[in-house]
C-alpha cells in the first residue's frame, strides 16, 4: 500500500507542475487580446466622431509634385473671405476648365466638386461640397484672367497661363 500511495503522489507531481507553469499563459494571453479589442474599439469611435462632426477622415497621404513645364492657375472664392488656390497646375493641349477641375480633384491637396451634365450643358452643382442656391441666390460662377465665362465649364478651353476663378456669388 505504501508503495502504491507514493506512486499516486508521484503521478499527482508532475500534473501539479504543468499547472503551474501553463496557468499563466491563458490569462496573459487574454490579456493581450483585451488591449488589442480596447486599441482597435478607441480607433473605430474616434473615426465615428470625426465622420459625426462631418470632418474628413484622416488617412496618410503625400501632397502632389509641383507642376512643371506650362501651367494655369486656379482660385476657389468661397464668398465668405476663405479661399483655396492650385498656383500651378499642368497644362496640357485641349485642356478645359471641367479637366482643370478634374485635376484640382486629384491633386493632393485637392478638391471634391460635382456638376450636372455634360458638354455644352454642362454645369458645376458644388464644390467642397457648398451648392449652387438657384435664381436670385448664390452660385458658382467661373472668370478666366478676370472675365466672365460665357460658355459651359466644360467645355471652356485654356491657354497656358490662364487663370481661373470660381467664386461663389450672386450674378451681377
Known sequence: MKDGH???A???????????RGGWAFPALLFVVLVVAAW????????KATQERGEPATTA????????????????DFGNGATKQFAALPWRKGLT??????????????ITFSQQGQGEKG?????????NQGAGGRN???????????MSFCISPLEPGDQVLWGFAIKE
Do not use: C
Open 97 to 110: 476648365i471641367e479637366h482643370l477641375m478634374q485635376l484640382a480633384a486629384d491633386y493632393r491637396p485637392g
Open 6 to 8: 507514493e506512486n499516486t
Open 10 to 20: 508521484r503521478i499527482a507531481q508532475p500534473n501539479d507542475e504543468k499547472k503551474s
Open 123 to 131: 454645369l458645376l452643382a458644388s464644390i467642397e461640397g457648398l451648392k
Open 140 to 150: 458658382w460662377l467661373y472668370r478666366v484672367n478676370g472675365k466672365h465665362g460665357k
Open 61 to 76: 497621404w503625400t501632397p502632389s509634385p509641383q507642376a512643371v513645364g506650362e501651367t494655369v492657375g486656379l482660385t476657389i
Open 40 to 47: 482597435l474599439g478607441r480607433q473605430e469611435s474616434e473615426s
